[in-house]
Nanobody, 119 residues
Framework: QVQLVESGGGLVQAGDSLRLSCAASGRTFSQYAMGWFRQAPGKEREFVAHISNTGRNTYYADAVKGRFTISRDNAKNTVYLQMNSLKPEDTAVYYC????????????WGQGTQVTVSS
């Protein structure tokens, strides 16, 4: 079982930056691929970014490529999402998720953190 706790959300203006953090419990964090997802009001949850267990490989949704950066610190059991040049359309609840088998399947989810970008 993995417990995930996101933090770092808030209200910012367009063009600002935020860094989200996701702290994971357990001693096997370094074995898990991790992902960030988001869900805007009235929309389905969508993929944002993915990082391999070593941090060597990362993938991004086209909507955030070049603006967001996913990273991890396995010594701290934490994955980050650095968000730059934020846009109003980035407004959503952001969730981190764990992929223990690096298969693209995420059985473990955090509770989410709200990001609101005003124009």
């Amino acid at each position: 079982q993995v417990q995930l706790v996101e933090s770092g959300g808030g209200l910012v203006q367009a063009g600002d930056s935020l860094r989200l953090s996701c702290a994971a419990s357990g001693r096997t964090f370094s074995q898990y691929a991790m992902g960030w997802f988001r869900q805007a009001p009235g929309k389905e949850r969508e993929f944002v970014a993915h990082i391999s267990n070593t941090g060597r490989n990362t993938y991004y949704a086209d909507a955030v490529k070049g603006r967001f950066t996913i990273s991890r610190d396995n010594a701290k059991n934490t994955v980050y999402l650095q968000m730059n040049s934020l846009k109003p359309e980035d407004t959503a609840v952001y969730y981190c998720a764990a992929d223990p088998s690096s298969s693209g399947h995420y059985p473990y989810w955090g509770q989410g953190t709200q990001v609101t970008v005003s124009s």
